[in-house]
């Protein structure tokens, strides 16, 4: 299987969470996607946030209060990035 292409975004519409990942630390997620936390989020709610496409689709990894990681994937592609994690 290849590698999928992970390209980070600078702006999307809007995201809403469709799932979510198993506990996972910042390093890995950044090691993982190749860039650090990308989007500047409430500072009060979120801590570290990524957008990016995967392949052409839109995905998105935040954290919430810094104990709950969600996800944006309606296409269900970040399973190839982060195998047996994302829910």
């Known amino acids: 299987m290849r590698k999928p292409t992970i390209?980070?975004?600078?702006?999307?519409?809007?995201?809403y969470r469709t799932?979510?990942?198993d506990p996972i630390s910042v390093e890995e997620i950044t090691?993982?996607?190749g860039f650090g936390p990308n989007v500047?989020?409430?500072?009060?709610?979120?801590?570290?946030?990524?957008?990016?496409e995967?392949?052409?689709?839109?995905c998105a990894i935040w954290d919430y209060?810094?104990?709950?990681?969600?996800?944006y994937d309606p296409d269900k592609v970040l399973r190839y990035v982060f195998?047996?994690?994302?829910d």
Request: glycine fraction near 10%; avoid cysteine; charged fraction near 20%.
């Open 31 to 33: 090691e993982t996607l």
């Open 54 to 58: 995967v392949d052409g689709h839109v």
């Open 65 to 71: 209060y810094g104990i709950r990681w969600s996800v």
């Open 7 to 15: 390209t980070p975004l600078d702006h999307y519409n809007s995201t």
């Open 19 to 21: 799932g979510k990942i």
């Open 40 to 52: 500047s989020d409430d500072p009060a709610k979120v801590t570290a946030s990524w957008l990016f």
């Open 83 to 86: 195998p047996g994690k994302v």
